[in-house]
């Protein structure tokens, strides 16, 4: 079976690239519209399971408290 696991050198990249590239830069305005529009008082927290790299939990903050978890299973 293969893993689903992502090397920290993959992570640092696709961090690297969520500053400027337009496929997260589109997302970023994608999801900051819905939050606006759909959720905008809905208060409480949020867990940012499955993470990545982490960067949608700073995101999630201007909204909510929010808390991000990733589980490698991978050994």
């Known amino acids: 079976m ?9 992570l640092e990249r696709i961090a690297r690239m969520e500053e400027t590239h337009f496929w997260f830069a589109g997302r970023r305005e994608l999801l900051t519209r ?3 529009r759909h959720m905008p008082e809905i208060t409480g927290d949020v867990l940012d399971v499955g993470c990545g790299t982490g960067r949608r939990v700073g ?7 929010a808390v991000s978890f990733t589980y490698d299973a991978c050994p």
Not at 2 to 10: D, E, G, M, T, Y
Not at 59 to 65: F, P, Q, T, Y
Request: aromatic letters at 22%; a positive charge; glycine letters at 0%.
């Open 2 to 10: 293969a893993s689903s696991q992502f090397h920290i050198s993959r």
């Open 34 to 36: 819905v939050f606006r």
């Open 59 to 65: 995101e999630l903050l201007v909204w909510w408290s």
